[in-house]
């Protein structure tokens, strides 16, 4: 499968604890990209990289959150001290710029739970 | 503030009928459009793009139409099949602005019975 990949698929945690993510995006794909999706909304853009460069990042992204791509390959998504409002689906999703074309595929996502 | 909408939360066709997916937006620094479709439980998979300069794009049972004076776009499918049935997101960029964030609308739920 030469897709996104995601991991884990699914996280329960209780609130205050630590989680991480982990986004393996296509293999040739440059930019990786961040969004969290909550019940009943669209995706919502958190962060994205091209190589190893963090280039944007949204206001939602509190200092609790860190992303990094360290090689230009995989990256990960950090939360410390989760609390309940950040149960959501985190997607992941990797594109490469083409003749000014680009389209962002994405993962099958990480389902957060905080209790 | 939402700057892409897609004001109807779900739309039922009957199959091999025409679905009409609608979405507007506010943000005239858009340049660039996409639908997706997402099944639960799965990441949202890409399926059609129109950029700016165009009006209309097509592929196989998919059509994106583009109005930028209405701020208005909208995917036809047809003939509409019961493995349509999913919600469909539309989502923006202003990749001119130099922003290549994705600004999604909050999704139509698509019903094909059969």
């Known amino acids: 499968d030469t897709g996104v990949s995601q991991d884990p698929r699914h996280k329960i945690t209780k609130r205050g604890q630590n989680v991480t993510f982990r986004c393996d995006p296509i293999?040739?794909?440059?930019?990786l990209y961040w969004y969290r999706q909550t019940l009943g909304q669209g995706p919502e853009f958190l962060t994205y990289?091209?190589?190893?460069?963090?280039?944007?990042k949204s206001r939602l992204l509190s200092d609790r959150f860190s992303a990094e791509r360290p090689k230009g390959s995989f990256s990960t998504l950090e939360i410390q001290r989760t609390e309940q409002g950040d149960s959501a689906m985190y997607l992941c999703?990797?594109?490469?710029?083409?003749?000014?074309?680009?389209?962002?595929?994405f993962g099958p996502g990480t389902r957060l739970l905080v209790l | 503030d939402q700057q892409v909408k897609q004001n109807s939360p779900s739309l039922s066709v009957q199959e091999g009928r025409i679905s009409i997916l609608n979405c507007d937006y506010t943000?005239?620094?858009?340049?660039?459009f996409l639908w997706y479709k997402k099944y639960p439980a799965e990441g949202p998979t890409f399926l059609i793009s129109?950029?700016?300069?165009?009006d209309k794009n097509e592929d196989g049972r998919f059509t994106v139409f583009l109005n930028k004076s209405a701020k208005h776009l909208s995917l036809h499918i047809v003939p509409s099949q019961p493995g349509d049935s999913a919600v469909y997101f539309c989502?923006?960029?202003?990749?001119?602005?130099?922003?290549?964030?994705?600004?999604f609308g909050k999704g139509t739920k698509l019903t094909v019975n059969p």
């Open positions: 999703a990797s594109s490469l710029i083409q003749e000014a074309k680009e389209t962002q595929y």
């Open positions: 293999s040739e794909h440059n930019r």
């Open positions: 990289f091209q190589n190893e460069a963090q280039l944007e």
């Open positions: 943000n005239s620094m858009f340049d660039y």
């Open positions: 129109i950029s700016s300069i165009k």
């Open positions: 989502a923006a960029s202003a990749r001119k602005g130099g922003s290549e964030k994705l600004v």
